[in-house]
């Protein structure tokens, strides 16, 4: 299936990667090997807590369709787990593939998902915009959910039903009162974390990643309308479909993936 994933991302220009990063030894996504992760007794539980209110439009940014949150206050946040500092919400969105052999960035033990939740916070004790905080170490937080098809995720059907309205690249359309923290599984206890990159240009190592060990279920049917949207904008001849918008697997390089649970 990795192979099968790769030729698929090959096929698309897109997704070539930059030649030279700077530093590059602290990349994302990877694979987590789960007997190579260390439990961390001193990781904390996460507390998140979204205000509803703080959610402001869907944008197609041509890589995948962001969930943007109003960041001007300290409404929507994460702290605890691996982070000193507290956390804003910022935006969320996704990477999914062709079929639902593939799609996930992260894969543990090798095992991809269809898809990839990415909720984006910055750490708003240190810093006081998003891209002040995209270009230091302990700047950003992701936690990363990994989705399978199964029952239909009913928190999931009201941003399903506005996505026909984002289908083109650099379409918007508001998008309010959602509560993000509907799509995290229930335990979220159990996790691993370690230290990494965006996994978009500018592929900046700013990023605590939080990886869920629980996976969420959407339906078949809810997939394919993430499938429905384009890479390209409407004026473009040409129309691609916005599918295997992930990042190829990075070197781990020495690093140390923690996890919460034994
Ligand atoms: C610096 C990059 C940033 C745009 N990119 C992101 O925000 C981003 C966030 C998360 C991930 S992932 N997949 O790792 O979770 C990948 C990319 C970005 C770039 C320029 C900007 N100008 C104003 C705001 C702004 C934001
Ligand atoms: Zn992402």
Redesign the pocket.
Known sequence: THEAALCAIKLHPMWQEPLAIPGGDRQ?PIDIVVRKSVFDPQLRPLKVQYEPRTCQQIWNNGYSFLVEYDDTTDKSTLKGGPLEDQFRLC?F?F?WGENNAWGS?HSIDRRLYPAEL?L?HWNSDKYSL??EA?IEENG?A?IAVFLKIGKRHEGLQKLVDALPAVRHKDSVVEFTKFDAACLLPENIDDYWTYAG????P?L?EA?TWIVMKRHIEVSHDQLAVFRSLLFTSAEEQVQRSMVNNFRVQQAVKGRTVRSSFT
């Open positions: 994302s935006q969105h990477h960035e990415h984006v998003f891209e995209v950003l992701v990159s965006l996994t978009t500018p900046t990023v």
